[in-house]
Structures are given as C-alpha cells and as structure tokens.
C-alpha cells in the first residue's frame, strides 16, 4: 500500500475514532465532515471548508478523501483533532453568544469560524482579543409606528451582562439598559428585509419587546444567544382579544402548560384544517397550521419547551407579521 492510501486510511480511521469529536464538524457540528484544516487540526464539513479558505494565513484546508496527506500532516490531525482544538479556541465562549448549528446560514457560520480561529476571541490566554470590556456599535433600528429605520447607539457592557441603546448619539440616558440573560437574538433576514436584520427579544417590566435591527457591515455584536426552536406561519381562530402582541409565553407542564395536537369542537381554521391547542393555565389558544407536516413539526418544538422542568419561560412568537390576528 502507497503512502497516499495509507494514509487516506489512518484519517478515515481518526474521522470515526471515538473521544476525539471529530465525527461533527468542529465549527457547526454537522455530521461526517470531510474536509480537514490541517493548519488547525480539525475535521470540518464543506460548507465550513469554504470559510477556512477565505483566511490562508490561518486555515489551510484539504479534503480527506480527494487530497494528497503526507506523513506529518497525518500525525498533526492525529494529534490535535476537534475534541483538543475546541478546548483551546472555545475556552472563553460567553454564554450569550449563539454557536451556529449545521442548518444555519453561511453568514452566522462564517461570523463564528472567524471570530474564533482568525480573531481568536475565545482563547484561554488573558492576551487574546476578547469580549472583555465594552463594545459600541451603531445600529439600524426599526421605529416603533413605521417601518423606518433608524441609526442608534447600542452600547455592549461585557462584564455587566448589560445592552444599552440610546436615542441620541451623544444621549447619557439609554432608552433602554437589557440585562443579557433577559435577552434572545436570532437573525431574521427576510423579516427585517436585510442580510443582517437581528431581532432581539426581551423581556421588560412582565411584557415581551422586540427591537428589530441590521448592521450595515454585517459586523453585529455577536450577543446572539439562542435561535428560536421553530419559527413559521400559524393561523390563530377564536375571538380576538388580550392576545397581546401575538406572543403567548410557555412555562412547562409541572406549571400547567400542555399542547394538544387537534382543534377543539367545533372550532375549525378558516383556511387550515390542521391545528394544535395551547393549554396555558388561564387560557386555550388555538392554531391552524398550512400542512399537517407543519402541525407536527409545531408539536414537536412545544412538547420540547413544555417537557423541561427548569426552563426559562419560552417565547412562542407568533408575531403580528405572521398574520395573526
Ligand atoms: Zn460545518
């Protein structure tokens, strides 16, 4: 056997050798990676290959299967690996900050590869540039009444586990101070209608608020926590009333929250025949939804929330774009 296919073999080896993590891509956790950065020492899917490449002076990328590995490079992978590279370039990733999974988008994927391995924002060592300290950057946010988009101040205070955002460029009292824990991010491109809209939800004085914003560079503060379990078009029946906002908040079933997966009697969509039922402990909301597999995969995210014991209280956004009413 050649040195090419030997050693084709022994990375083939080490992708399913237990303990070492290398069986998910080290960056978003996508099953069966086959590219590698033999720079770095870790396995990486495709998608992730494509953003190692745009930094050579960091990441140099190869695939397993189709590239020549000579011996020493074999031993480097061998040595290192995602499991060992993880804890080295993950040591510090703050809690608030959202790590991209396998179905997110290039951009979110492309924010995180870099933030850890070419601005090494989450070494261990002191040294590195970090989060540390307070972060300010100008952001487009949407008006209250219209659509329009305005330029505010959003200040980061790291250590506090504070966002600010002022109305005044120069302003001393914020508009709004959010406790970070409080606070859920997800981007929302098409919502907002740009390739960086950012949606942050939280929560202030019992009642939920949305502030929906972009960036122009693409350059966010990377405060991004959690994305939402599922997120889609369901039409609410029944009469209208303190349906706030369109968001019902979910505690867990010990509280007395449970999900049905049918419409009451009686009660049909208007337009779907598919439906769910809500049961909060001061009310039953109910929902259709376009498709059955739509109806399942709804069922599914709630049952998740409802069933852990400890969980914070989760957001069900149905907001007012999603038509309900
Ligand atoms: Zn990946």
Redesign the pocket.
Known sequence: MGDRERNKKRLLELLQATGTGNGY?A????AD?DWASYKLGVF??L??SGVHRNFPDVSKVKSVRLDFWDDSMVEFMTHNGNLNMKAKFEARVPPFYYVPQ?SDCLVL?EQWIRAKYERQEFLADEKAVSLQGDREVFLWKRGRDNAQFLRRRFVLLAREGLLKYYTKEEGKTPKAVINIKDLNATFQTEKIGHPHGLQITYRKDGRTRNLFVYHDSGKLVPLITRNYLKQGFMEKTGPKDAFEQGQVLLGSNEQGYEVCEDLPKGVRGNRWKAGLTVITPERKFVFTCPSEKEQREWLESLRDVLSSPLSPLYLLNASAESGLR
Do not use: F, V, W
């Open positions: 891509c960056d978003c956790g996508a990676p990486i899917c998608h992730c396998a994927k």
